[in-house]
Each structure stands twice: as structure tokens, then as C-alpha cells.
């Protein structure tokens, strides 16, 4: 009788993981290949207006979130290299009458924009805007020359100076319109007895859609002492 000596290779485990891995590999390479996905994706939009008359009154979005369907490989560029995708330009014909996006016909750009991919809809959560007519205004600046904080016996001895005279602040109409015409500026300083001659930072434009010319101001002046009357 033949006795058969029983298998004593060892396992190994190295090999066992490289088969797997070939075989995940192959799997995921046959499903890319399939048709039928379906996903949502983030895809970058340009707005298209005239932004020398009008300016948003909310962030626009720099993407819209679009379902689209098609094969694996293309699912996969425009999920995972999003950054090298070209953006898709809507056009804002009326932006004082626009509060949403039109769907129907930025789904119909997006089709002719993506070509690989067929285009289902626009999910309608990331379609909000609004618009204002954009606002110029020219501010005055005077020194708040009454609340000078001089030291005893001290006062102003000359023309306060300030650099710039003006500034322009520019926005939405809503809130240019509210702004006063002058504006009084706030010298800093304690016990001053000194000429001055110091940049005094202006944050009273703190609104995020507004935008200012200049947000310090030079102001410069001279003080002299008072002296006291001859003894008689």
C-alpha cells in the first residue's frame, strides 16, 4: 500500500492578499466600465451680470448640486477632479427681479456642457439669490475735535488735517441710502501735549457688502500750552 505524505506547505498569507487584491481590482474595473450610475455632484457655476450696476445682497454659490447618470469612469472624473472641471455660466438677465435660479434651463446648458454625462436635474437647494443696484456714496470726514482728550492747560493751536478728506463707500442701494453724509472721526489719545500726528484706523463699515476707499485716516495738528498771566 502507498501512503500519500499529507500537503505540509505552509500558508502564506502574502499571496493569499495578492490574489485578492487582483481580484477586487478586477471587479472594480468591470463596474466602472458599466452604464446606469446615477450621482449627485457638486459642479461648478459662473453668474453673468452687469456688476458695475448691480451687486448680490447673498453669496452666490460657486457650485450647484446637479444628479447625473452615466457610466462608472465618468461618474468618477467629475466627483473626484471636480477642480479641473470648467464652470458652466448662467446668465443673469434681470438680477433685480431673480430670486432663484431657473433650473429648466441652466439642466439644459448643463447637458450641452457635459457631454459625457447625461444630466437629470438641478436639486433645488442651492438655488437662491438676490441682487441690488449697485451704490456709490462720498462720505465727509470731520474730527471730532470736541472730544480731544488734551492734557491740562493744553489746546489745538491750528487746523486739524486729515488725509483723506473723503471716502467712498460702496453697496447695495438699501444700505448706501442709510449711511449719513459726514462722518465723525474719533481722535484717540490720553492726556495729549504733544504735536499729533497719528493714523486713526475707521471701522464704522463693518457690513460685509459694503466696501470703503480707505479705512484709516491721517489726522495731524498742533497743540500749545496756555500760559499763565503776568503777575501785576
Known amino acids: 500500500m502507498v501512503t500519500i505524505p499529507p500537503n505540509n506547505r505552509p500558508f502564506q498569507p502574502t ?4 490574489c485578492l487584491g487582483a481580484a477586487t481590482l478586477f471587479w472594480f474595473l468591470s463596474a466602472l466600465n458599466k452604464t446606469g450610475y446615477t450621482l449627485n455632484v ?3 457655476i459662473r453668474f ?3 456688476d458695475s450696476l448691480f451687486v448680490p445682497t447673498k453669496p452666490l454659490p460657486r457650485t450647484v448640486r446637479v444628479n447625473v447618470s452615466g457610466d462608472g469612469w465618468g461618474l468618477l472624473r467629475h466627483s473626484w477632479l471636480q477642480f479641473r472641471v470648467d464652470p458652466i455660466d448662467y446668465t443673469v438677465s434681470n438680477p433685480l427681479q431673480a430670486s432663484v435660479i431657473n433650473t429648466s434651463s441652466l439642466t ?3 447637458a450641452e ?3 459625457k454625462l447625461h444630466v437629470n436635474y438641478v436639486i433645488a437647494d442651492t438655488v437662491e439669490m438676490g441682487f441690488d443696484r449697485r451704490m456709490t456714496k462720498t462720505i465727509r470726514l470731520i474730527p471730532d475735535s ?6 491740562p492747560r493744553y489746546i489745538v493751536s491750528s ?3 486729515m488725509t483723506p478728506r473723503t471716502i467712498q463707500v460702496e453697496g447695495p442701494e438699501r444700505l448706501v441710502r442709510g449711511i449719513a453724509d459726514t462722518l465723525p472721526v474719533t481722535i484717540p489719545g490720553k492726556r495729549i501735549a504733544d504735536n499729533y500726528d497719528n493714523e486713526v484706523i475707521l471701522n464704522h463699515f463693518r457690513h460685509p457688502l459694503l466696501r470703503v476707499s480707505a479705512d484709516r485716516v491721517t489726522v495731524s495738528f498742533e497743540v500749545g500750552e496756555l500760559l499763565s498771566p503776568p503777575l501785576k
Open 15 to 18: 499571496k493569499a492578499l495578492l
Open 42 to 44: 457638486e459642479y461648478p
Open 48 to 50: 453673468v451680470y452687469n
Open 108 to 110: 439644459a446648458a448643463l
Open 113 to 115: 456642457h457635459i457631454k
Open 146 to 151: 470736541l472730544h480731544i482728550d488734551l492734557a
Open 159 to 161: 487746523v486739524i488735517n
